[in-house]
C-alpha cells in the first residue's frame, strides 16, 4: 500500500467513528451482555470498537472479530489509550465471522449494527450461525442486529442520480472539520436480495476546501421469517425479536430487526 492509500485508510476508519458516535445502541449491548452473567462476550465484525470497547470499561471479557485490518488497527489504537484492566478484559482478532475457529465457547455472540448484512449468500449466512452454535455456552444467547428490511423494492434499486447526495448528512470532526456523507446504490441484485452502496465522504477542512473519500459496501437484505427460518435450521431456538434498542417488539415500522436466539435442545 503506498503512503496516500495507507492515510486514506486509516481516515475511513476514523470517519466511522466520527459519523456513528451518535448511535443510541449502547445501553442495549451493555444490557445483552450482563444477561448472558459473567460469562465472556463475543462481537462479530467489531469494527473500530464502537460497541466493544464499552462493554469492556463496563466490566465484560470480550472478543472481537473483524475481517478488516483498518477497522482492528484502529480499534487497537483505541484500546491503547485505556486503563490495563479495561485492555485485560480485551481480545481481538482477525478472522472471518463465517470460518472462525476459537477455542472457546461464549455465554454471548452479539453482531451488532448489521455486520451479518454483509454476508452476501445463504450459505454464508449458515456458515456464520454454524460457527456461532458451535461458540456458544449451551444457554448462550447470540444477538443478531439487522434493519428492518422494506419489503418496496424502491429502497434498495439503483438511485436516481443525486439522489443520495440531496440526503447528505454533515457531522462535526477534529480540528475544525466537518464531513457531509451520503450513501448511493449502485447495484441492485433483486433475486439475491442484494445491493452495492457507495458511500462518499467529503471532508471539508477548516478552510473550507474540500476532498472527497469513497467506499463501496455489499448488504444483503434479509427478511423477518426468512432469518428466523434460518436460525432454526442452523439449530437455534428465537427466544426475542425486537425492533429497536429500547426493547419494543418488532412491528411493520419498527427501524430495527433484533433477534435473540439460543442452541436449541441446550
Ligand atoms: C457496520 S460495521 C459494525 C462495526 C461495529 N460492530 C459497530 O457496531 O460499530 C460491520 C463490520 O463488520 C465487518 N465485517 C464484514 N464482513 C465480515 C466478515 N465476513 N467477518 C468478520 N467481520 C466482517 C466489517 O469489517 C465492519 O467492521
Redesign the pocket.
Known sequence: MDDDSALQTAELSAI?DAI?AD?D?AGFWEAMAAAAGDGPIL??????G???LPLARAGFEITG????AR?LERCRAKLQAEPPEVRDRVRLLA????SFDLGQRFAAII?????FQ??RTVG?QLA?LDRCRSHLLPHGRLVLDLPNPDPAPAEYARDETGAGEAAAQLVDWTDGRRIRWWMTVSGYERMQQCNDCEVTYEIIEADGSTRRLTETISLRYTFRYELEHLLVRAGFLVVALYGDYDCSPFADESPAMIVAAEPSGA
Open positions: 466511522y456513528y448511535r445502541d462481537e462479530l465484525g467489531c469494527g473500530t464502537r460497541v466493544l472479530v473483524d475481517l478488516s477497522m478472522a472471518d465471522m463465517t453482531c451488532p449494527f448489521a455486520g454483509q454476508l454464508q456464520c
